[in-house]
């Protein structure tokens, strides 16, 4: 992928992307957001997620997303870190996370 802005053309309806470390240090935003406050809520929520997924045996957490009434929230952990994605609400979240998990090169 050339750069975060290659995220926004991956479904209809995402406003806005980030690229962060690990610990939600943002590198790279695309779009609009709050690029700082959406990588720190996905940083702080990737400790109790592993926690669930570890007592409900699935294994390290890769991909999760929320989606509420007007809205979602995407996001995909790799080595390097994570990329947030902000966007409208969907029907199909999976084909999203999907789609970003292959343009992002897993």
């Known amino acids: 992928m050339k750069g975060i802005e290659a995220v926004l053309g991956l479904a209809p309806g995402l406003s806005g992307a980030a690229r962060a470390d690990a610990a ?4 790279e935003i695309a779009g609009q957001l709050d690029g700082e406050s959406l990588c720190a809520v996905a940083a702080m929520s990737r400790a109790p997620l592993e926690k669930a997924s570890e007592l409900l045996g699935l294994g390290g957490i890769r991909d999760w997303s929320f989606s509420y009434a ?6 995909h952990h790799d080595d390097d870190g994570m990329v947030a994605v902000q966007g409208g609400a969907t029907k199909s979240p999976e084909t999203v996370m999907k789609k970003l998990a292959q343009a ?3």
Request: aromatic residues 8%; hydrophobic residues 45%.
């Open 24 to 27: 939600g240090n943002v590198i």
């Open 70 to 75: 007007h809205g979602a929230l995407y996001v």
């Open 104 to 106: 992002l090169g897993d």
